[in-house]
């Protein structure tokens, strides 16, 4: 049930890494059951972004703040995070050689969902359901996380676990990238699974407008040169794929 | 000569010697006095199938039978002290040509409380299947095992040796030759004993020989573990990979030392080693030689190669990010990188095997 509490609320986020500022002052709000895509060019600050939210230790929040349903989310550890209901799926997720996929899916959703989610029939039948609608065959559980995936069976492994640790915040950095058109809707249906008609919200990240075309996002939001400097409907992606992002760097630079 | 003679007109063995650099005779020598030739004990064997519904037919332990003689190419400090001191102690693991078991065997070697040696002949037939995990444990404060022996023409062999003695030193030395086609994977699982000295030896003299010699090397607290093996290629279209993973915390040190010699007329031989090594404090130590010397132009390849850090950050936020606290992430991408090598060892059965034992290994450390 969507309640008055943003599921991310993002107020006048500065941050940085080694003393250069990426992040001039983000303001940017998710309210339950919406799918918002932030859309900007490469080194504007989107996976920086991201990787704030999530608490990448590299990053240095210098102001504002990031909040999960009114919890602020800059006091936690990236793992508490975790367990309070933020996912990130990666734009180039790790690979881990000698873990096993199956072993790495069973902790993560004991850890952040409980023990009792992790085990016995029911959890093998969510696997199994997730897998089979996102394409993925069965003999992946026995592989090591990440290690020798191609590309488009990385960014379906992400949207695995997106459906089964059921977040309260999806934040999917690039996952269209690299991925063909198949790829797309495969990875696009999992996402609407897991967000439509739900509490959570979605933050999707993304340079292209394709994967808008199959996740309608409520909202979009431009960011250029580390602010948000458009917002608009879903017809704003329409809009950049067209015209590209010049005329509004143009008028940040006017507004600057 | 006996062994006892010969180990008494050898030389101390020189510091120079890569087998020696880091880990000198006399710190691996059971009392320190290097004349001294210990009376050792002999340990408990027991043989048994890890599915202990399957019957022991074609393969079994004799005891007082005189074993294979040592390799040339092995080190004569070593294999002859420890021959003298296992005098009382000699056995041969007889398997006889076709023998195929489909679960992995177990022999289980019992060191007791004192100083213990044993000279064990692995004398496997030809066209032999089979997997072998040879476990020593015990608390012994001295441990002495050697084996030498053949593995037969054609056979397929898994061969683990876990040593997790609970604390003193172990010597161990492998002087095995490979037979004419046999696939050989030679796996090494250490995590016990306070000090360990292994020279570990594989001659390739007939073709078509294949090895995979894998290490998964636990150590903690003030552990030192040196390992060194060689692997001789003298006969043409022999392969071997050596790749050798450390995780090494605490105030201990790890050593991999590799000799890779490829002799004139192995033509088409293929031989690579990697030796990578975690560390996970700042005051652990870790170092991995490996040397090449080929006397063949005609080759497949020869390589080699080195890796040492610490935990990779990148991976930590992964699992973190995954709702893996600190320690969880750590402890997994620990065993995740033991068990990179663990896994190659040989079957689902003897990886799911060893994969507990080193989960038992890793909680046990951390209590």
């Not at chain 1, 008055?4 to 890494?17: Q, R, T």
């Not at chain 2, 021959?83 to 398997?95: G, H, M, N, Q």
């Not at chain 2, 023998?99 to 692995?122: K, Q, R």
Request: glycine content about 10%.
């Amino acid at each position: 049930m969507a309640t008055d509490i943003p599921v991310l609320e993002i107020s006048n986020l500065h941050a940085g890494i080694d003393d250069t500022p990426i992040l001039r002052g983000i303001e940017l709000e998710v309210p339950a059951g919406e799918i918002h895509a932030i859309m900007g060019r490469n080194g504007s600050g989107k996976t920086t972004t991201a990787n704030i939210i999530m608490g990448h230790p590299d990053f240095e929040v210098t102001d504002g703040g990031v909040e999960l349903n009114g919890e602020n989310l800059l006091e936690m550890e990236p793992w508490e995070r975790a367990r309070a209901g933020v996912f990130l799926s990666f734009q180039y997720p790790q690979a881990v050689p000698g873990l096993q996929v199956g072993n790495f899916l069973r902790k993560s959703v004991a850890a952040i969902r409980g023990e009792d989610e992790a085990k016995g029939a029911e959890f093998r039948k969510r696997l199994k359901d997730a897998m089979t609608e996102l394409d993925i065959d069965r003999s992946f559980l026995g592989r090591y996380v990440n290690d020798g995936f191609s590309g488009g069976e990385k960014k379906r492994f992400e949207i695995l676990q997106l459906m089964l640790l059921q977040p309260k915040l999806a934040i999917l950095d690039e996952t269209d990238s690299g991925l063909d058109i198949d790829g797309i809707r495969t990875v696009a249906k999992g996402i609407n699974a897991a967000i439509r008609g739900t509490d959570s919200g979605a933050l999707i990240i993304t340079h292209y407008s394709r994967i808008l075309e199959h996740v309608q996002p409520d909202k979009v939001h431009v960011l250029i040169k580390g602010r948000i400097v458009k917002s608009g409907g879903p017809e704003l992606a329409l809009e950049l794929e067209e015209r590209g992002y010049e005329w509004l760097e143009k008028e940040a630079e006017k507004s600057a | 000569m006996d062994a006892a003679s010969l180990y008494k007109s050898l030389d101390e063995p020189d510091k120079a010697d890569h087998l020696w650099r880091y880990t000198p005779w006399r710190r691996v020598h059971p009392s320190g006095d290097l004349n001294e030739i210990p009376i050792a004990a002999s340990p408990k064997i027991t043989l048994s199938c890890l599915d202990d519904s399957v019957a022991l037919v074609g393969i079994s332990v004799e005891e007082g039978v005189v074993g294979a003689e040592v390799l040339p190419e092995s080190d004569e400090v070593t294999a002859s002290f420890i021959r003298a001191a296992a005098k009382e102690s000699v056995y041969t693991l007889r398997v006889e040509k076709n023998f195929i078991a489909n679960s992995p065997i177990v022999l289980d070697i019992d060191t007791g409380d004192s100083n213990c040696a044993i000279h064990l002949t692995l004398d496997i037939g030809r066209n032999c299947e089979f997997e072998l995990i040879t476990q020593i444990s015990g608390a012994a404060p001295w441990t002495g095992f050697l084996r030498t022996g053949r593995i037969g023409d054609g056979s397929i062999l898994n061969d683990v040796v876990i040593g997790h003695t609970d604390s003193g030193v172990l010597l161990r030395v492998d002087s095995i030759a490979i037979g004419r086609d046999a696939q050989v994977k030679a796996g090494t699982v250490s995590s016990g004993s306070a000090r360990t000295k292994a020279d570990l030896r594989y001659k390739m003299g007939e073709t078509g020989g294949h090895l995979n010699v894998l290490g998964s090397i636990l150590s903690a607290s003030d552990m030192h573990l040196d390992h060194h093996i060689e692997i001789h290629h003298d006969a043409p279209e022999t392969f071997s990979r050596l790749d050798w993973h450390s995780a090494c915390g605490g105030n201990s040190r790890t050593v991999g030392t590799g000799m890779l010699r490829v002799a004139k007329g192995a033509r088409g031989a293929d031989a690579g080693q990697l030796f990578h090594n975690l560390l996970l404090s700042e005051k652990a130590e870790a170092d991995a030689i490996p040397e090449l010397e080929v006397s063949e132009h005609d080759v497949v390849g020869c390589g080699h190669g080195t890796a040492n850090g610490p935990v990779d950050e990148d991976q930590m936020f992964y699992l973190e990010s995954r709702g893996f606290d600190t320690e969880e992430a750590k402890d997994a991408l620990i065993a995740a990188f033991l068990n990179s090598t663990l896994v190659e060892m040989g079957s689902d059965t003897l990886h799911n095997w060893l994969a507990e034992h080193l989960q038992d290994e890793l909680d046990d450390l951390k209590s």
